[in-house]
């Protein structure tokens, strides 16, 4: 799939949006309401009344691209309904995108030196 890279930073929309709206009207959008910078290179992602549904806009450098999504079945895990936006990792991006419980993941564990024995 062509989408955001592993490194990008995700930030989701977590009010619901007009479906109807394009690339150029969601990053107008962004700056507007979200007080964000839609061509900076973060990923926004937005989501319709129906939780079956998700838009993603971002930057890549070269043109303002966006990404649609419907699931056949079930409906995306998303957020409390609130005004605002919310930062997310990639990895939770990736989750989300597949379907599954984006709250489930984090970020990995530190590594712990082996001890000396003795």
Not at 23 to 43: E, I, M, Q, R, T
Request: proline share 5%.
């Amino acid at each position: 799939m062509i989408g955001p890279g592993t490194d990008a930073r995700v930030m989701i929309a977590t009010r619901a949006v007009d479906f109807r709206k394009g690339p150029d009207s969601l990053a107008a959008l962004v700056a507007a309401d979200y007080s964000g910078k839609p061509f900076s290179g973060v990923v926004y992602v937005f989501r319709a009344k129906r939780t079956d549904r998700i838009k993603l806009i971002w930057w890549d450098g070269t043109g303002l691209c966006m990404m649609a999504k419907r699931l056949e079945s079930g409906g995306f895990k998303w957020p409390n309904i609130q005004d605002g936006v919310m930062r997310v990792t990639a990895a939770q991006l990736g989750a989300l995108l597949e379907g599954l419980d984006w709250r489930r993941v984090h970020g990995g564990r530190r590594p712990i030196a082996p001890q000396i024995a003795g």
